[in-house]
C-alpha cells in the first residue's frame, strides 16, 4: 500500500512535496507509516491523506488523488494485518522514514553580453531587490503590505502550501508573511511541514489569534526562534516595520 501512495503522489508532485503530503498526513493520522491492510487504509485514504492532498495540492489534485486509491483499499479492507510493527506514541510521526530528497536548483541559464556602454566606475552596483512572500486570501491585504513595504522589498502572492515551499525552494525570497485572518494554511499545517522548509526560513505570522501557544501545546508543536508573531491586533503598517527590521 505503500508503494501505491507514493506513486499515486508522485504522479501529482515531486518528490519533496510528495514527502511533505506524507509527513503532514500521518502526523494527523497519528500513523508511524501508511496502513497496509484492514479497513485502516480507506479511513487513512479518505481522512487525513485526503486532508494533507487537500491542503498542500489543492481539492482536484487530492480528489483524483482519492479517486485512485480507493479502490486498492478496497481490495485490502478484509485482510488484517499479520505481523507485529513496533510503534512510538500517538502523534510522533518518521517524515525520515520517506527517502530524503536533495533540492538541485535549476540551471542559470546565461545571457549573451550586454552592448558596452559608458563606464562611471564610482557608481555602486544596483543592491538585489528583496522578495516578500505573502500568503492571504484577502486582495486587500497584499495591497497593504504592498504599500508598507514599498521601496523595500517587492512583495509575491501566495495562495497555498505548495506556493510557500517553491518561493523557500528558490532561494530568491527573503521572507514569508502568513496573514492569519484570511489564511491559505493553517499555523499548524505549516509547521507540520517544518521538516521541508529550509532552516534559516524567517516566516512572519500576521494577526495570528492569542490562543496560538495553547493550541501548539495541545499537539506538541513550538514555534521556531526564527519565526516571528504579530498579534491580532497588529496592522499592514505594524508587520511591515518587524519585516524592514530582519530585512535589514
Not at 9 to 27: E, G, M, Q, S, T
Not at 87 to 108: H, I, L
Not at 113 to 119: D, I, N, R, Y
Not at 212 to 222: A, D, K, P
Amino acid at each position: 500500500m505503500e508503494r501505491a501512495v507514493v506513486e499515486a503522489i508522485d504522479a501529482l508532485a515531486v518528490p519533496k512535496v510528495r514527502n511533505a503530503v506524507l509527513a503532514l498526513a500521518l502526523r494527523w493520522a497519528q500513523h508511524e507509516r501508511i496502513p497496509e491492510r484492514g479497513p485502516e487504509v480507506a479511513d487513512f485514504v479518505r481522512g487525513a491523506l485526503f486532508a494533507a492532498a487537500e491542503q498542500v495540492l489543492g481539492q482536484g489534485a487530492a480528489e483524483s488523488l482519492e479517486g485512485q486509491l480507493l479502490p486498492v483499499a478496497e481490495m485490502v479492507r478484509s485482510t488484517e494485518v499479520s505481523s507485529v510493527r513496533p510503534s512510538r506514541p500517538p502523534g510522533r510521526t518518521t517524515p525520515g522514514d520517506f527517502p530524503e530528497v536533495t533540492y538541485v536548483p535549476p540551471p542559470v541559464l546565461s545571457h549573451p553580453p550586454a552592448e558596452p556602454g559608458p563606464l562611471y566606475p564610482t557608481d555602486p552596483a544596483p543592491e538585489r531587490v528583496q522578495i516578500v512572500a505573502v500568503a492571504s486570501m484577502d486582495p486587500g491585504g497584499l495591497s497593504e503590505m504592498s504599500r508598507a513595504l514599498v521601496g523595500v522589498a517587492t512583495v509575491h502572492a501566495v495562495r497555498d502550501a505548495l506556493a510557500i515551499l517553491e518561493e523557500l525552494d528558490q532561494r530568491e525570497t527573503d521572507l514569508v508573511v502568513v496573514d492569519c485572518r484570511r489564511p491559505v494554511v493553517s499555523v499548524e499545517t505549516l509547521l507540520a511541514l517544518g521538516p521541508e522548509l529550509p532552516s534559516d526560513a524567517r516566516i512572519v505570522l500576521w494577526g495570528e489569534r492569542a490562543d496560538l501557544e495553547e493550541r501548539l501545546g495541545v499537539i506538541g508543536i513550538e514555534l521556531p526562534d526564527n519565526w516571528v508573531c504579530c498579534g491580532p491586533h497588529a496592522s499592514a503598517e505594524d508587520v511591515g516595520a518587524v519585516c524592514r527590521i530582519l530585512l535589514d
